[in-house]
């Protein structure tokens, strides 16, 4: 297991900084110049190898995860980050969703961290489960009821909606299955079974809200055509096109350039897919020059280090 906490959140911070510079252009944009390495430029003036609000908080949760698990020390955090005191690219925030935007207002505010995300049915942006990888690592030996009850937590910080809930867990427990070395059909086939026997034994939520997941849950998303696979900053649309990305590629690489290529919301597509591609396919998978090019990627080691030494110690 060594390295599986640097593979996962260097994958995603990659992911994400892959992302960054073509933020919101089409489709057929990027089919017609591509993102292969690391840009510069573009649609924030970043420099190549800058990372976004995706891995800004991720690096907030896993930051406060080191010391355990408190949902006020995680609130903080994120509201430290709003303010620039920690975990900025550059020293300052330059991309931030409405949502989050708006649950840290809460915060800074003194409301409890579990009521601060938004609860209705617009509230289902990706902002929290673009950032929740990080807790794998702790709930990785709880049971399921236990697992389901921290993600729920950890996402109402900014996204309480029981969707955005939802799509936080499923994507928890294929990683989950992926951290446990299954392969990569089989750990999704495992994950289906998991979670529907899960949510029909549990009562968490409607038929309705049950059926958002049909393609995920019920039949295999990697079998649809790409034209039928969004990329927008909906919840299910980027949970559906990471999991779409990652079980139709062969290497850490295709998969985030395949998620990044999507279009619209290209670094937390490539974000969530880049967590995945990273556990999966292993740290020295990751192309060597796209992890000398991000930014801050030794501050990030190190967090991963003192992460790993927490919930990975050596006997």
Same mark, same amino acid.
């Given at each position: ?6 593979? $996962? ?17 089409? /489709?057929?944009?990027? /089919? ?18 800058? +990372? ?11 930051? @406060? ?7 006020? #020390? ?6 430290? +980050?709003? #303010?620039?005191?920690?975990? !900025? ?18 915060? @800074? ?15 289902? $942006?990706?902002? @929290? ?33 029981? /969707? ?17 070395? !299954? ?22 939520? @409607? ?25 927008? $900053? ?9 999991? +779409?990305?990652?079980? #139709? ?16 919301? !290209? ?6 897919? $880049? ?33 790993? #030494? ?6």
């Amino acid at each position: 297991m060594k390295n599986t906490v640097k593979a $996962g959140i260097l994958g995603l911070c990659i992911g994400d900084a892959l992302g960054v510079p073509v933020e919101f252009r089409s /489709r057929e944009q990027l /089919r017609r110049s591509p993102v292969t390495k690391m840009r510069a430029l573009g649609t924030h003036h970043q420099p190549a190898g800058t +990372w976004s609000d995706d891995s800004s908080l991720a690096l907030c949760l896993a930051d @406060s995860l080191c010391n355990g698990y408190d949902p006020e #020390n995680i609130a903080l955090k994120f509201l430290q +980050w709003y #303010n620039a005191e920690i975990w !900025t690219p550059h020293g300052r925030v330059f991309d931030i969703g409405i949502a989050t935007r708006q649950a840290i207002h809460k915060i @800074s505010k003194g409301i409890a961290p579990q009521l601060c995300g938004g609860t209705s049915e617009y509230d289902n $942006g990706n902002g @929290s489960l673009m950032r929740i990888l990080p807790l794998l690592f702790y709930i990785k030996n709880f049971k399921i009821e236990q697992r389901f009850d921290i993600i729920k937590e950890v996402s109402s910080i900014t996204h309480a909606h029981i /969707r955005s809930v939802l799509a936080c867990f499923i994507y928890l427990e294929f990683l989950l299955e992926i951290m446990n070395g !299954t392969g990569k059909n089989e750990s999704y086939k495992k994950m289906q079974a998991t979670v529907i026997h899960f949510l029909d034994y549990t009562p968490i939520c @409607s038929q309705n809200e049950m059926d958002q997941f049909e393609r995920i849950l019920k039949n295999n998303i990697s079998s649809y055509p790409e034209d039928e696979i969004k990329s927008s $900053g909906y919840v299910l649309h980027s949970l559906e096109a990471s999991l +779409w990305c990652f079980l #139709n590629s062969e290497s850490y690489s295709e998969a985030v350039l395949k998620a990044v290529n999507l279009g619209e919301d !290209t670094d937390t597509t490539g974000a969530i897919t $880049g967590g995945i591609a990273g556990i999966y396919y292993g740290f020295g998978n990751i192309p060597q020059d796209w992890i000398a090019e991000l930014v801050r990627k030794d501050d990030i080691a190190e967090l991963c280090e003192k992460l790993e #030494n927490k919930y990975f110690p050596i006997v």
